[in-house]
């Protein structure tokens, strides 16, 4: 049996995976992705990605990849009820209003794009970064020491076995988590809330839409009750309908025939030629496990964390967490940290994946409307849930990232820069390393931060942010709009030092380095601190 070496295999080539293995090659790791499928997701799957996934992507130069990619699906901004697609109106509302207003917090806008589009340019820039991914690949055991794991993969066309050792292993491997079965990491929540199956279809919508567009439709008339969704091009939809095993119902019922009725009752035309391309049943369910981290072996995504799709804060998570643990991963193994930051992924994200799955929850009584009037008030913005929340910090958990100021454990905010005549923000100066900002008279930080980097072996770069046209040079930043001070809550002679996943990890608070030497120790403990040396 063939015998290969790599630092981390990830298991499970979804969205979660395919995300862990772009951020770890984005950070210079080698890594192995292994999935039992010949190829992406079939299946639409999951559509909406909030503005802060759509930084992560930014951060490794694939924005504009993206949203060329989803710009057909630009006018899908009414959810609506209708008895079917050709029927009559129940309600509609917008769902993307107030883009205006996020445009002071974040660069990025609300993603449309199904998971079967999305899923190839994740692979694709991967793959550009070096990233070795093998789909119809199954890991069929492994086994877990102190000093990594061993793993056997199984080419499933061939039957050929490979014996994989990394340092770590992500499971990414959904919900049914083999890994975390295997591991087995208990969890916690309510459990399954209810069963359903996706139906993926194509047929012809554009005369029953009458030129609307939808990003989600709740169909509701006497031969099927569910959720409609359509692409861009009126021709591929997907219908999602509950089925009940209490009431003896099962996948099996869903036969071809019987999914192109309930596809032909939800579009309203009687006779409308329709294709099943495939069936995806999946629960309803809110669960979280117990533990992220388990020696050499992480968690990610609905592995870790399964929250209900109300609220679409499931794949959002999932890929945070990735972008989460592939800096700490790297760190480690590049001897700039101990392996204890490791297992601050699950200080951190476990609280986040907690909280998001809650807040799905609640969306799903009040969609029900069987929220009580408390779990109404409990609900909060989108937002809040996807970049206001602050790790290490129980009792400020999550605030509306307008209202955040670069707190310690709080995404850096952004804020519109000018350097070397180039438009920019704050968050495109995350993501290689560790970042310091300066305020206008904080030279001496710069220097302090450089010097206490280079004493650690640790990459980092260091700013000063001053107003326009007062200086120049390769490390000053101009603050456009002179909102720097105010969005970071920083003095003219203060500092702040951004983790490379773009988290505040330290701030000076005001005060200047000090006398020769001080400011560099204070930084280096910032960073000892940060990277558990």
């Known amino acids: 049996m063939n015998e290969s070496r790599v630092p981390v295999l990830v298991v499970g080539g979804s969205l979660v995976g395919l995300s862990s293995a772009l951020f770890l090659a984005h950070h210079g790791v080698r890594c192995l992705l292994v999935e039992r499928h010949p190829g992406t997701s079939v299946h639409p799957r999951a559509v909406g ?3 802060r996934t759509v930084e992560l992507l930014r951060g490794v130069g694939l924005e504009e990849t993206v949203l060329k990619a989803a710009s057909g699906f630009a006018t899908h901004r009414t959810r609506a009820g209708l008895v079917s697609l050709a029927g009559d109106e129940l309600f509609s509302h917008e769902e993307m209003d107030g883009d205006d207003e996020l445009a002071g917090v974040t660069p990025c806008r609300l993603l449309l794009l199904t998971q079967d589009r999305l899923e190839p340019l994740l692979r694709a820039r991967a793959e550009q970064l070096g990233a070795d991914l093998r789909f119809g690949a199954e890991m069929v055991s492994f086994a877990a020491d102190d000093d990594g794991v061993t793993a056997e993969v199984v080419e499933v066309a061939t039957g050929v076995r490979h014996r994989v050792r990394a340092d770590h292993l992500v ?22 809330l209810s069963r359903h199956v996706s139906i993926a279809f194509t047929a012809d919508m554009a005369a029953a839409l009458r030129g609307r567009r939808f990003s989600v439709v709740h169909v509701q008339n006497p031969e099927v009750r569910g959720i409609l969704v359509h692409d861009d091009t009126l021709r591929m939809g997907t219908l999602i309908v509950e089925y009940d095993p209490a009431r003896g119902e099962s996948l099996d019922d869903f036969t071809d025939r019987r999914c192109t009725d309930l596809v032909r009752a939800a579009i309203g035309v009687p006779g409308l030629p329709v294709e099943i391309r495939s069936r995806f049943p999946w629960d309803m369910a809110q669960q979280t496990a117990n533990r992220y981290v388990d020696g050499r072996v992480l968690l990610a995504g609905d592995a870790a964390h399964v929250i209900p799709p109300t609220g679409g804060y499931g794949a959002n998570t999932g890929i945070a967490d990735a972008h989460n643990l592939a800096w700490k991963l790297a760190a480690v193994l590049a001897g700039t940290a101990r392996p204890a930051l490791v297992e ?20 799903l009584a009040v969609r029900s409307r069987t929220a009580t009037e408390a779990e109404q008030k409990a609900v909060l913005d989108a937002q809040a849930v996807t970049m206001g929340y602050r790790y290490g910090a129980p009792d400020d958990r999550v605030a509306d990232p307008g209202t955040r100021h670069a707190e310690t454990g709080t995404r850096a905010p952004h804020v519109v820069l000018v350097h070397g005549g180039r438009t920019t923000s704050t968050l495109d100066l995350f993501g290689n390393g560790f970042t310091l900002l300066a305020g206008a008279g ?6 302090a931060a450089s010097t206490a980097a280079a004493g650690l072996g640790v990459r980092l770069a260091a700013h000063r942010v001053v107003p326009a046209g007062v200086a120049s040079g390769p490390d000053i930043l101009h603050d456009a709009e002179g909102a720097f001070g105010a969005a ?12 490379p996943d773009g988290f505040v ?6 005060s200047q380095p000090g006398p020769a030497g001080t400011g560099a120790d204070r930084v280096t403990a910032a960073l000892r601190r940060v990277l558990a040396r």
């Not at 699950?346 to 929850?361: C, F, I, K, N, T």
Request: proline share 6%; aromatic share 8%; glycine share 14%.
């Open 505 to 510: 990890a330290w701030r000076s608070d005001g």
């Open 344 to 363: 601050t992924y699950d200080a951190e994200r476990r609280p986040v994946g907690e909280l998001a799955a809650a807040q799905g929850s609640l969306q």
């Open 442 to 447: 904080g030279a001496d930080w710069c220097t």
């Open 488 to 499: 970071y809550a920083l003095a003219d002679d203060g500092a702040v030092l951004v983790r």
């Open 49 to 51: 990605y909030y503005p």
């Open 171 to 192: 499971a990414a491997d959904g919900p049914r988590s083999a890994v975390r079965e295997a591991l087995g990491v208990p969890r916690s929540g309510r459990g399954v």
